[in-house]
């Protein structure tokens, strides 16, 4: 009988993006253009993101959750790893084949001010990545442009008006349209509705979710509010100074969390009921700097729960139940 072939095309069973020992690291570099040392924004980190799917990354602001994504997209080149998406690895691709995947993997950004360039209109804005990947002509590109942002909430009179005649929460509607315009099959939501008011994040939020359905989208959904992300997200990845920590369903994260890291961050979500209280627990100390992270396990410094071991060796990366990773010497 012959060997099975190694499996290396996509199939519906497998997940729609792995990411595998993703790095992204910053040189850091002296007068005199010498690299004498690297900022470690993402170190090791890995996950499977499944079709139809959202996963949420949370962590304290500067843990690498934003740059992850970014690194899976190109717009910064990956230091180390693999992002394996239908069979394909991103970080190998180049010239027309970069070009024609780029089309089926979009994002969201977090400022909505920034991310439209104040000196063309919405309309082109959004037929733009249109005319880039040579998507059907001028009128089916403008047909399919009023489309989509009546689909977010956009009336179709304001097709030729500028961003700065929208506010934030309609500006992030335009970027969501933009992004939707090539039919992409993933979207990289980076913070979305942070830079939004309350009430305008609970619209945006919902949009999202309908939008998901309609277009069969899957979501990477990077967010510091772990309220939004519970809400979004059907797995959730808990990072701290580059890496991933804990991984987990998002009931059961929230039930039953184990990393310290993440038990404190949980514990900081408001409560509705100002008359329900609840143990907090602080975390003492500051983040590590990136550019020279603690040895052993990178959360050693700051964690209650400290040992010897916690300061020489990294943990390795563990499945505890179905489903539930974690990256912690406390559950060996």
Request: proline share 8%; glycine share 6%; hydrophobic share 35%.
């Amino acid at each position: 009988m012959q060997p099975q072939a190694e499996r290396t095309r996509w199939e519906p069973t497998a997940p729609l993006l792995q990411v595998k020992n993703l790095k992204k690291y910053f040189p850091i570099t002296s007068p005199f253009s010498r690299t004498i040392g690297h900022v470690k924004a993402v170190d090791g980190v890995e996950f499977d993101l499944y079709e139809k799917e959202t996963l949420g990354l949370v962590g304290e602001s500067g843990c690498g959750k934003s740059t992850t994504g970014r690194t899976i997209l190109r717009l910064m080149e990956p230091t180390e790893g693999e992002a394996i998406y239908r069979g394909k690895d991103i970080f190998k691709l180049k010239g027309k084949e970069l070009h024609k995947i780029r089309k089926e993997l979009q994002m969201v950004f977090q400022d909505p001010h920034s991310s439209l360039n104040p000196k063309k209109r919405i309309g082109d804005a959004i037929m733009e990545p249109m005319k880039i990947h040579n998507i059907g002509t001028k009128k089916d590109r403008m047909e399919r442009a009023l489309d989509l942002l009546l689909k977010v909430g956009i009336r179709e009179d304001q097709f030729y008006r500028y961003p700065h005649e929208f506010s934030g929460g309609q500006r992030q509607r335009i970027g969501l349209a933009r992004a939707l315009a090539v039919n992409p099959k993933i979207i990289i939501c980076d913070e979305p509705v942070s830079a939004l008011d309350v009430s305008i994040q609970s619209q945006v939020i919902n949009l999202l979710e309908e939008i998901q359905e309609n277009f069969n989208l899957t979501y990477l959904f990077i967010s510091h509010d772990l309220s939004v992300v519970r809400h979004m997200a059907d797995h959730i990845g808990v990072m701290y100074l580059g890496q991933l920590v804990e991984k987990a369903p998002t009931d059961e994260l929230f039930m039953h969390p184990l990393h310290p890291y993440t038990q404190a961050l949980l514990s900081a979500i408001p409560l509705p009921n100002p008359k329900i209280k609840k143990e907090r627990i602080i975390i003492k100390g500051d983040i590590p700097s990136p550019i020279n992270p603690p040895s052993g396990c990178v959360f050693h410094t700051r964690c209650p729960h400290v040992t010897e071991r916690c300061k020489i060796e990294r943990p390795i990366v563990k499945e505890q139940s179905p489903g539930h990773f974690l990256s912690c010497h406390l559950y060996d």
